[in-house]
């Protein structure tokens, strides 16, 4: 197995952009997603295949992966983003890693 | 609507027993292979087990391997989490979630296993 790394926590203004990284040996070959995770509740899938949008996210809501690092971006980040964000990653055997999340901070 | 809810949870002693459930509704269970993911207090997302939509295959995290054991009923589209030996730092929310093939799309409010020791 391998280990997804994320900075602990970030923090922006409302109305500026946050970029929430994720680096890990197996970026290079495999997609990463992400997930959007409010206290007390299930986790929200909010980019897929590095850079997907599922319906109903809004626009806003970006992602990229170039080496081995995944990158979500929030632009005009609003008071309602803040929440903890979750990247992920799978192998070509199965198996599944989550990074250890990081809680974006709207001050 | 797509629904996942997670049952049977319970407090268990370290190195006992427990099985949870995960009744799926609004989407044609058998073509999807879904998850099992938990949540320690406080910590991150931790993936335990996937199975495929016909249990041909079945993986496993490396922290349960050999303990859990994940199957399915496709007649009652339920997931179903078998936890033997259990230990303490098994403690967490577990949440079942479905599996796009692009993702873990739906995800249900989970079941809280506690481990005493």
């Known amino acids: 197995s391998y280990e997804l790394t994320q900075p602990p926590s970030v923090s922006v203004s409302p109305g500026q952009t946050a970029r929430i990284t994720c680096s890990g040996d197996?970026?290079?070959?495999?997609?990463a997603y992400w997930y959007q995770q409010k206290p007390g509740q299930a986790p929200v899938l909010v980019i897929y295949k590095d850079s997907e949008r599922p319906s109903g996210i809004p626009e806003r809501f970006s992602g990229s992966r170039s080496g081995t690092t995944g990158t979500l971006t929030i632009s005009g980040v609003q008071a309602e983003d803040e929440a903890d964000y979750h990247c992920q990653s799978g192998d070509s055997s199965g198996t599944w890693v989550f990074g250890g999340g990081t809680k974006l901070t709207v001050l | 609507e797509v629904q996942l809810l997670e049952s049977g949870g319970v407090l268990v002693q370290r190195g006992g027993s427990l099985r949870l459930s995960c009744a799926a509704s609004g989407f044609t269970f058998r073509t999807y292979a879904m998850s099992w993911v938990r949540q320690a207090p406080g910590t991150g997302l931790e993936w335990v087990s996937t199975i495929g939509g016909k249990s041909r295959s079945a993986y496993y995290a490396d922290s349960v391997k050999g303990r859990f054991t994940i199957s399915r009923d496709n007649s009652k589209n339920t997931l179903f989490l078998q936890m033997n030996s259990l230990r303490a730092d098994d403690t967490a929310r577990y949440f079942c979630?479905?599996?796009?093939?692009?993702?873990?799309?739906?995800w249900g409010q989970g079941s809280v296993v506690t481990v005493s020791s």
């Open positions: 979630a479905r599996n796009r093939g692009d993702g873990f799309d739906s």
């Open positions: 197996a970026l290079p070959k495999h997609y």
